[in-house]
């Protein structure tokens, strides 16, 4: 059975940091692309970042340069540093597959808010 928890969210000023992180289960972690999504409040989901199963990793554009993807696969944990934080990136955040699975976490809420 797959689960996926995600961790680390939290109220930030902005221009703070926070990591998130996700413990994934049930799943052979090591060979898969893993992504992290965020959902805004009345928006749609939306990818942010994934990183491969070699570590290649690519960004959305509105958090290249201040977000970065890592993995830990003895852990099958993959990591979001946010740095440089901004009221728009507040939303609750997921990880999943870079493809998703229907089985999603409880997400975890990140509040960016001075």
């Known amino acids: 059975q797959v689960q996926l928890v995600e961790s680390g969210g939290g109220l930030v000023q902005p221009g703070g940091s926070l990591r998130l992180s996700c413990v994934a289960s049930g799943l052979i972690f090591r060979i898969r692309s893993m992504a992290w999504f965020r959902q805004a409040p009345g928006k749609q989901r939306e990818l942010v970042a994934f990183?491969?199963?070699?570590?290649?990793?690519n960004y959305a554009d509105s958090v290249k340069g201040r977000f970065t993807i890592s993995r830990d696969n003895a852990k099958n944990t993959v990591y979001l540093q946010m740095n440089s934080l901004k009221p728009e990136d507040t939303a609750v955040y997921y990880c999943?597959?870079?493809?998703?699975?229907?089985?999603w976490g409880q997400g975890t809420q990140v509040t960016v808010s001075s």
């Open positions: 990183i491969t199963n070699d570590g290649s990793t």
């Open positions: 999943n597959r870079k493809t998703p699975m229907a089985v």
